[in-house]
């Protein structure tokens, strides 16, 4: 684990929860919802999709999307390592990548509820024992610019 002291950081957490309506789950209770996958992200507006599909697939990954202009490779966690570098080899420059829990499934809210969990993750991530959040909330089609 990363944090030094479990119990504070599992204090921390539950207090920031509790204060914004939220509540802390058992562990691993949502961990079916998610994948670990390796994740690859690439300029859009500066790369082709069929040439990053095309490589990467030939190296080993399980899919490409484009989403919202970014293309995103997923990996499994094994092959992360060796399609990153195979692709960074043809010359595609990455955006990053990493390990992630990627959602089987992402949920839909309306805005003000969208606003709300974004506003716990923002509090979250703020944590200085929190090094990830991860999430299944779908922000395609909200205009969340407006404050």
Do not use: H
């Not at 190296?59 to 570098?85: H, K, R, W």
Request: glycine share 10%; net charge negative; proline share 1%.
């Amino acid at each position: 684990t990363l944090t030094d002291n479990k119990n504070r950081t599992a204090a921390d957490v539950r207090s920031t929860l509790t204060k914004l309506g939220g509540s802390l789950g058992a562990t691993g209770s949502v961990s079916y919802m998610f994948e670990t996958k390796g994740v690859i992200s690439f300029d859009g507006d500066k790369y082709e999709e069929d040439k990053i599909f095309e490589a990467a697939l030939e190296l080993g990954a399980e899919d490409v999307v484009n989403e919202d202009g970014t293309i995103i490779v997923y990996t499994s966690p094994a092959d992360f390592a060796q399609v990153m570098e195979g692709l960074g080899d043809l010359g595609f420059e990455t955006l990053g990548g990493g390990i992630e829990r990627v959602p089987n499934q992402k949920t839909a809210l309306e805005e003000e509820k969208a606003r709300k969990v974004l506003n716990i993750i923002d509090k979250l991530e703020e944590l200085d024992d929190v090094q990830n959040v991860y999430s299944n909330l779908d922000l395609s089609g909200l205009d969340l610019d407006e404050e």
